[in-house]
């Protein structure tokens, strides 16, 4: 659902490094062998892996700590406020959602799920029922009920919580109970994104329900661990504020699968750097993201296990379509062929064998490779051909100035600004790349960083900028995308932030959603992605992910093993999950 | 001495009252706000006007100053506006974490370098001058992180002779020996910083005063070298060392936040750093009135201590002659 998409730069702005990721991938699946190197390399106390681990690693084993780490702190663990990785992460371990993912990014009602079974949904898409498990119960000893789901939605829905779940609640027209274990959702109208939306945690209507919306984020419910009642394998027992978490098995969890590890140790580094040492050293043995630039360091060292796999997150050069932002009010990008050209232009498979080490796909329109919804071969693909470029260019009107070489139409020079945010290395890289593709077809390229806050503030959210480049992180499997594309966003009513506005997408946007039925879905997106990779609001990049990092400590069976191609796939399955000493 | 005292601190309170306009008015003036920093931008702006009205963010500057001001003179130092944390509960360990960081790093540089420097005074270009020199200079070129890193990797990685960052060992929390174990590494690094400008000043404070006339007449008249050192020289000599120090006294709570962050010290440096991204007014402000006032202290304990070791020097009271 593109209103749960989330800005990945926000999390990546707080890092040194870009996160990217590199080379095939190697896990700590259960009896598979460690790498070579590992046998070589490894220090004396954890010499010969193969031998003395094999016993314990292939059998899980009950306690034991498992210290996984961040670079950032939490904010709030609530789960109608949870909007940053760090509290998503924590939260992962102590709440049950409704549903869950599998690996194929499909909604199940898991063992570990609050929901009995999947929802009945009404042959007109509008009603969703959803059945709960009468054994689940909140950490103090209260049971899960439909109250609390009701509860849920309402306060996701109401606009003075001010909660980012809105964007996934609004079309909910009513919630009610039909006993105390089944909860009837009704929609305003069919939208089929809503049944990602259920792939939520849920708070205690009893400890929350005197609470005033808008005083949501002042209540301690989320940020003091004495106050949050959870309802997942392990409770909040401890937090040190930017230094650690501690979640220990809570012994009273109603699932029937049951933690191995006895405590996490959710531990906050400084930085990306900070934290790759400390996973080299033992200090932590779980981490989200290896810069690229240090994958090879920690491969050599031979001890820590990657898991390298694209994530759900794409990169991408979007176009401003709104003349005031030019000089003159001439906007740069009006022309379709002008888009086609830049496309050609720029060397995306170079970006992706470069600079991020040749693991990413390149992408042509807004869905995940490899997805459903993946348009394929029916969206436009542009290859590599500053020939063409130039050739599409001169159609579109555009003549090289005689003195720079700079092209030049209506008396305008094409020369532009491409803004990204500071401190990120990855764009830093790809900027220069862009800068340099597009001199060499005549179009001078200023590429700017800015503060992230900053930025967002006066450039982003109004829509005031030429070009930028940025990412969108995937929240959900579900390809709809309305938000940013649809002219129904424009700032300040939303994130179609470049202005724009194509009448047929628009329509497609709304077609997509307003029916449950996948195979017509399917044949929906296919069409939206001919139109949008044609016309070209943004260049797709490319579909990126990071690297992630475990320790010799940590163990799984192989379907278990983390899954870098879902949000908060590092800790996919981790209930089943087992440490040795 | 007292009326000297009161009227100083009498004007340090208005500086201080002025500086939190000043940067109350600076921080505000920053593009973003929580909010923005807060929630994901795909987001609808009526959800960050609703998060800013629940914040209080939405009402004149002005008001939200006089809001702060009153708390402040309450003992209230605000809470965060991401997470509704009393910031008292944030900063005071984070101090905590820093004193101890830095003060062992500015304890172990001065030892080294007073003693040194002076003794350098006297044995101008010798085989222990080159040697401050150019560890001087070692100090004064390499970035902090980068040592850091070095040190690490060396020390702890490949040697693991200390650990490689935070402040404790998980579980030893209680343990002086362990705490101790942490400080090595980080203390080096920072204390090799101070250990530079400190060396530097002392040798320079005492040559120029070894220059002096009195202090050529004591040797003529015959004064033991030891004694024209430590009795007549060392005392003036120390009067800019000491103004230095009292100048430097804020460090102590500001924290170095590239060394924090190298080592992942729970200190000041790397909490501010934080909470400017997050745009955390309430939070940055308390770090400009503690760090304001550790300024006026330090400027007062340096005056102070004029008087202690030159009692020639005279808080001038109102109305008093400049000698």
């Not at chain 1, 490094?17 to 062998?33: E, I, K, P, Q, R």
């Not at chain 1, 693909?381 to 139409?409: R, S």
């Not at chain 1, 969108?472 to 709809?480: G, I, K, Q």
């Amino acid at each position: 659902m593109a209103k749960k998409r989330k800005w990945w730069s926000g999390l990546l702005v707080l890092s040194l490094v870009g996160v990217l990721f590199t080379g095939c991938s190697t896990n700590n699946t259960a009896g598979s062998s460690t790498s070579a190197p590992a046998a070589t390399t490894a220090p004396a106390e954890s010499t010969a892996p193969d031998a003395t681990e094999a016993p314990s690693a292939d059998v899980p084993v009950d306690g034991g700590t498992l210290v996984t780490s961040s670079f950032s702190d939490i904010v709030n663990i609530n789960p109608l406020l949870v909007n940053d990785t760090a509290s998503g992460d924590v939260a992962q371990f102590v709440f049950a959602k409704l549903y869950n993912l599998d690996r194929e990014g499909n909604v199940q009602a898991e063992d570990w799920s609050l929901a009995a079974a999947l929802p009945e949904i009404s042959e007109d898409g509008l009603t969703y029922t959803v059945k709960l498990k009468d054994t689940a119960k909140w950490s103090d000893g209260q049971p899960v009920v439909a109250d609390d789901v009701i509860y849920t939605v309402e306060m996701a829905k109401n606009k003075e919580t001010g909660s980012p779940l809105i964007s996934a609640f609004d079309k909910v027209k009513s919630v009610e109970k039909v006993d105390d274990h089944t909860v009837k959702i009704t929609m305003s109208q069919v939208y089929a994104p809503f049944l990602y939306a259920l792939v939520q945690e849920i708070v205690p209507a009893h400890v929350l329900k005197d609470v005033k919306p808008t005083e949501m984020q002042k209540n301690p419910y989320g940020t003091d661990p004495a106050k949050t009642v959870t309802s997942g394998p392990w409770k909040w027992t401890a937090w040190k504020q930017g230094e650690s978490h501690t979640l220990d098995a809570d012994p009273n969890y109603w699932g029937t699968v049951k933690p191995h590890i006895a405590q996490v140790i959710y531990k906050i580094y400084a930085d990306q750097n900070t934290e790759v040492q400390a996973i080299m050293k033992g200090d932590t043995d779980h981490i989200s993201a290896i810069p690229v630039t240090q994958v090879e360091a920690v491969k050599a060292d031979g001890k820590i296990d990657i898991i390298q796999k694209p994530g759900a997150q794409y990169e991408y050069v979007n176009f401003n379509f709104d003349g005031k932002n030019f000089p003159d009010g001439y906007g740069l990008f009006q022309g379709q062929k002008t888009r086609q050209a830049i496309a050609h232009a720029l060397n995306r498979q170079g970006m992706v064998d470069n600079i991020l080490k040749g693991v990413g796909a390149l992408m042509n329109a807004p869905f995940l490779p490899d997805t459903w919804a993946d348009p394929g071969d029916a969206a436009v693909n542009y290859d590599y051909n500053a020939e063409t470029a130039k050739k599409l260019l001169a159609e579109d009107g555009w003549v090289a100035d005689a003195k720079d070489g700079i092209l030049v139409k209506d008396g305008h020079r094409f020369s532009f600004e491409l803004q990204y945010n500071a401190g990120n290395s990855r764009r830093e890289q790809v900027a220069a790349v862009i800068q340099q593709n597009l001199k060499d077809v005549g179009i001078e390229v200023k590429p700017k960083a800015i503060d992230f806050a900053a930025w967002i503030d006066q450039n982003v959210t109004p829509g005031k900028y030429q070009a930028l480049l940025l990412a969108w992180s995937l929240n959900t499997p579900d390809p709809d995308a309305e938000s940013i594309f649809s002219s129904k966003y424009f700032p300040p009513a939303g994130q179609n932030s470049g202005w724009y506005k194509n009448e047929k997408l628009d329509k497609l946007w709304v077609d997509g959603y307003s029916t449950v039925d996948q195979a017509k879905r399917k044949e929906i997106y296919k069409e939206v992605g001919k139109e949008i990779s044609t016309d070209l609001p943004y260049v797709f990049l490319y579909q990126y992910g990071q690297a992630i990092g475990t320790g010799p400590r940590v163990h799984w069976a192989e379907e278990d093993a983390p899954e870098p191609s879902l949000g908060y796939g590092q800790f996919f399955h981790a209930i089943k999950w087992w440490v040795t000493e | 001495m007292t009326e000297y005292l009161i009227r100083r601190v009498l004007q340090s309170v208005l500086v201080i009252f002025l500086i939190t306009i000043l940067t109350f008015l600076l921080i505000h003036a920053a593009p973003g706000g929580p909010t923005q920093v807060m929630l994901a931008p795909g987001l609808t702006p009526e959800i960050f006007e609703q998060q800013a009205k629940n914040l209080g963010l939405d009402q004149p500057i002005h008001i939200q100053y006089f809001h702060w001001i009153g708390d402040l003179l309450q003992g209230d130092l605000g809470y965060t506006f991401k997470n509704h944390i009393a910031i008292s509960d944030l900063l005071w360990p984070r101090i905590g974490n820093t004193v101890i960081l830095m003060g062992a790093a500015w304890l172990v540089s001065l030892l080294i370098a007073i003693p040194w420097g002076i003794y350098n005074s006297t044995k101008v270009y010798g085989l222990s001058d080159q040697t401050a020199s150019f560890i001087s200079y070692l100090g004064f070129a390499m970035p902090t992180f980068w040592f850091g890193i070095l040190l690490q990797q060396w020390l702890s990685l490949k040697l693991d002779w200390f650990p490689l960052s935070d402040m404790h060992t998980r579980g030893k929390e209680g343990s002086i020996a362990d705490l101790f174990m942490h400080l090595v590494l980080p203390v080096t690094v920072l204390a090799l910083g101070f250990l530079a400008s400190y060396m530097k000043y002392a040798r320079a404070s005492m040559l120029e005063v070894l220059d002096q006339d009195y202090i050529r007449t004591a040797r003529a008249k015959g004064v033991k070298e030891r004694k024209v050192v430590f009795r007549h020289a060392l005392r003036n000599a120390l009067i800019p060392i000491i103004t230095i120090l009292g100048l430097d006294l804020p460090i102590l709570v500001g924290g170095a936040a590239l060394t924090e962050n190298v080592f992942n010290w729970p200190g000041m440096g790397r909490w501010f750093v934080e909470m400017a991204t997050a745009r955390e007014y309430s939070a940055l402000m308390a770090v400009t009135i503690v760090t304001a006032v550790m300024v006026v202290i330090g400027n007062l304990l340096a005056d102070i201590l004029y008087v202690v070791v030159d009692p020639r020097v005279k808080l001038g009271k109102q109305g008093g002659k400049a000698a």
